[in-house]
């Protein structure tokens, strides 16, 4: 390990650290400043909208808690049944959903998942490839509403896809691929310096809950940390980074979803 590397790790080590005692109160955020927080969520005002379902009733859940976590694992392989539109709907809810909202000095969502001060500053992104009743494309998911926002209409996304995340077909190819993006400017109003590592905690939280909604009604789930940033942040259409605007937005984590083989 030649120098320069080991420096790039001693910086990247400083990202998992907590507070120190005069780290706190010592930052001159945003928050503090008394500027305005930005959006909890992100609005594209797409003239195609698709309401979701929010009756699960005809799921035929597992329930067993135990059981969703005991058989829980990462599949690569799929059916070549579509997934159906309350099944997404479900797992939409179960990552993202909202339960209320509070108005303060910024609009603070409620969630089912946790987030650090509940700033929430991930977006999800969905690459349809096979979901009853929904054309092939790229989507978006407005929790505030419960319903998808189409940005682009495809035939498939393959090619671009394997790509992207550096020739995983399984993937590329998968009924849904859910990409999560962070807005960090969302978790850095309040926290400044430490948002790097809140974003990527609550990114966890949320596969997590992909996972054991997936196993809950028996659909199947491969977390990807392996992409190219570049190419997938062109594809959802982000400007390239680094950057310090407060709009900035890049791609974290992306999951792979079918039924179960």
Request: charged fraction near 25%.
């Amino acid at each position: 390990m030649n120098d320069r590397t080991k420096h790039q790790i001693m910086k990247n080590r400083e990202v998992l650290k907590g507070y120190s005692c005069a780290d706190i109160g010592a930052e001159d955020t945003d928050q503090k400043q008394k500027i305005s927080g930005p959006a909890p969520v992100k609005v594209y005002g797409s003239e195609v909208q698709i309401h979701l379902p929010t009756d699960f009733s005809e799921l035929n859940m597992e329930v067993d808690l135990n059981a969703c976590i005991r058989d829980r694992r990462s599949r690569r392989t799929f059916a070549k049944d579509p997934v159906s539109l309350t099944e997404l709907a479900y797992l939409l809810w179960a990552t993202q959903g909202i339960r209320h909202t509070v108005q303060t000095d910024s609009a603070i969502t409620f969630r089912n998942v946790p987030s650090a001060g509940s700033r929430h500053p991930l977006e999800t992104y969905l690459f349809l490839n096979h979901v009853e009743g929904i054309r092939a494309g790229l989507y978006h998911y407005r929790p505030d509403l419960h319903l998808l926002e189409r940005m682009v209409c495809e035939e498939t996304y393959t090619g671009e896809l394997k790509d992207a995340l550096c020739g995983q077909i399984f993937a590329a190819t998968a009924p849904v691929l859910f990409v999560w993006s962070a807005i960090p400017y969302r978790c850095e109003w309040r926290y400044g310096l430490k948002a790097a590592k809140y974003i990527l905690l609550d990114a966890g939280h949320v596969c997590e809950n992909l996972y054991l909604a997936a196993e809950n009604i028996r659909l199947g789930v491969c977390a990807v940390g392996a992409y190219d940033q570049d190419l997938l942040d062109e594809l959802l259409g982000f400007v390239p980074g680094p950057s310090a605007d407060p709009e900035y937005e890049c791609a974290v984590y992306v999951a792979a979803v079918g039924k179960n083989t």
